[in-house]
C-alpha cells in the first residue's frame, strides 16, 4: 500500500486549501483514513480521521468547524478541505491508513501502518 499526499503550499491566515492521498496497491473500501500534523519542534498530532463507509468522522478539537475530511473509495482518494486556516495550523501534514483500527485507536498514530511522505503547510499572518 502506497499512499502519495499532495495539496500543501503556502497561504494567508483566514485562506483555505484542499489537501489529497491518493492510495495505490490496495482498495480504499476497507480503510480507516486520517491525516496527522506535525508542527516544527512539537510531535506529530492528530488532525481529522474518517471510518471505512464515511458514516464516522472525527476531529481534534482546534480544527473543528474549519476542516472537512471526506473519501472518494471509487478514486481511491481522500481529502482534507481546510478553510479559515490559521498561523497555528503551520505543520507538515500526513496521510495515514490502516484496516485494523478500532474506535479506541482511531486518533493514535501508532496504529497506523501506511503513511503518505507529508506535505507542507504554512499559514502566514
Known amino acids: 500500500v502506497q499512499l502519495q499526499a499532495s495539496g500543501g503550499g503556502l497561504v494567508q491566515a483566514g485562506g483555505f486549501l484542499r489537501l489529497s492521498c491518493v492510495i495505490s496497491g490496495q482498495t480504499l473500501r476497507s480503510y480507516v483514513v486520517n491525516w496527522f500534523r506535525q508542527a516544527p519542534g512539537k510531535e506529530r498530532e492528530f488532525a481529522a480521521g474518517?471510518?471505512?463507509?464515511?458514516?464516522?468522522?472525527s476531529y481534534e478539537d482546534s480544527v473543528k468547524g474549519r476542516f472537512t475530511i471526506s473519501r472518494d473509495n471509487a478514486k481511491n482518494t481522500m481529502y482534507l478541505q481546510k478553510n479559515s486556516l490559521k498561523p497555528e495550523d503551520t505543520a507538515v501534514y500526513y496521510c495515514?491508513?490502516?484496516?485494523?483500527?478500532?474506535?479506541?485507536?482511531?486518533?493514535?498514530?501508532?496504529?497506523?501502518?501506511?503513511w503518505g511522505q507529508g506535505t507542507p503547510v504554512t499559514v502566514s499572518s
Open positions: 495515514a491508513a490502516d484496516r485494523n483500527i478500532i474506535y479506541s485507536s482511531m486518533r493514535h498514530s501508532r496504529a497506523y501502518d501506511y
Open positions: 474518517i471510518w471505512r463507509n464515511s458514516g464516522y468522522t
